[in-house]
């Protein structure tokens, strides 16, 4: 079990700290506005998410996100839907 902790984490650090921010959110179902990053910015991850088809929208104006049943799953399998395991404490730099 530690050594898929250890991958997880491995894979989870070459992901941008901004990218982790807005997936934490969406794994919280927090809006990935209240991260506390420029508005501009979370709606360019966010774009990027859904172009990679890891997100989408959804008709709800208070959290307009969601994963997608595929990335679901793949993260599910991973283990990487708790916000633990997207490491307690990237540091976001944009």
Do not use: H, Q, W
Not at 28 to 47: C, I, K, Q
Not at 65 to 92: H, I, N, Q, R
Request: net charge negative.
């Amino acid at each position: 079990m530690e050594d898929l902790a250890l991958v997880s984490r491995t894979a989870t650090d070459c992901i941008p700290g901004v990218r982790i921010a807005v997936i934490r959110a969406l794994v919280d179902g927090a809006s990935p506005y209240s991260t506390g990053l420029a508005s501009g910015l979370v709606s360019r991850t966010l774009e990027d998410l859904e172009a990679l088809g890891i997100c989408k929208r959804r008709d709800t104006i208070e959290n307009p996100y969601e994963f997608t049943t595929s990335a679901e799953g793949l993260m599910a399998g991973a283990g990487l839907l708790s916000t633990k395991m997207l490491m307690d404490d990237t540091v976001v730099s944009g």
